[in-house]
């Protein structure tokens, strides 16, 4: 599928660097979600996006910095990372036709601290 | 509060054999609930959904999961598996009562069909 596009594929990063994720979806959805998807644990929502606006931040730390410009696109702004950090970040959206509308994801940024 | 549960972390079967992935829920209201598959180095697809109405849903691949109320279950079943159903499946359930785009997903399973 390739309804949620997500750059780059794969992320090398130092801890003092400061680096974007970026998600953009071609599906005409309205929100917009970040997940980190890390091993041997849960996937763990960490920020919504429904129309532009964030209506859910899931106590997430502020070296991470999510933008959402406009419907489509979403990024994930880097900073000061940690190696706990290291996982697979993962975009998803989803239409407003009502909550039983299932999300689309796009296939990730697998993103590595030294 | 909602909450999702894959009580098993690896399924193995067969190929050919029937293959069952078990979920069970929590939540207040009538739930929503999912089923999604990730193959290896890949986002998550949307396999199919339990809104309301018929108990027994059908989704993408021959997959189906069958809604028990009383049971709290969501189990995804598929009546011949193939060795290409290999990947991890998660459920996850949302509480239309809670009004929230959140969706509650499970710890994964590891599906392994062998040949």
């Known amino acids: 599928e390739t309804g949620v596009t997500q750059t780059p594929r794969h992320l090398v990063m130092g801890m003092t660097n400061k680096k974007s994720l970026k998600c953009e979806q071609h599906?005409?959805?309205?929100?917009m979600y970040w997940y980190k998807q890390s091993a041997k644990k849960p996937l763990e929502l960490m920020f919504v996006?429904?129309?532009?606006?964030?209506?859910e931040n899931n106590s997430v730390p502020s070296r991470f910095s999510p933008e959402c410009p406009n419907s489509s696109h979403l990024f994930l702004h880097l900073h000061t990372l940690q190696p706990e950090d290291s996982a697979l970040y993962l975009c998803?959206?989803?239409?407003?036709?009502?909550?039983?509308?299932?999300?689309?994801f796009g296939d990730g940024t697998r993103l590595s601290i030294l | 509060a909602q909450s999702v549960a894959q009580p098993e972390d690896q399924v193995n079967v067969a190929e050919g054999n029937p293959l069952t992935v078990k979920c069970t829920y929590s939540?207040?209201?009538?739930?929503?609930l999912f089923w999604y598959v990730q193959y290896p180095n890949r986002g998550l697809q949307f396999l199919l959904k339990y809104i309301t109405g018929d108990n027994l849903v059908k989704g993408s691949y021959g997959f189906e999961a069958e809604f028990n109320k009383s049971q709290t279950s969501f189990h995804l079943k598929k009546p011949s598996a193939l060795v290409s159903d290999s990947a991890l499946y998660f459920c996850a359930v949302r509480d239309p009562q809670e009004n929230t785009d959140k969706l509650i997903f499970g710890t994964g399973t590891r599906l392994q069909v062998f040949p």
């Open positions: 996006y429904n129309f532009k606006e964030q209506t």
């Open positions: 998803a959206s989803s239409g407003t036709g009502g909550v039983d509308q299932p999300q689309h």
């Open positions: 939540v207040s209201g009538n739930p929503y």
């Open positions: 599906l005409g959805h309205n929100a």
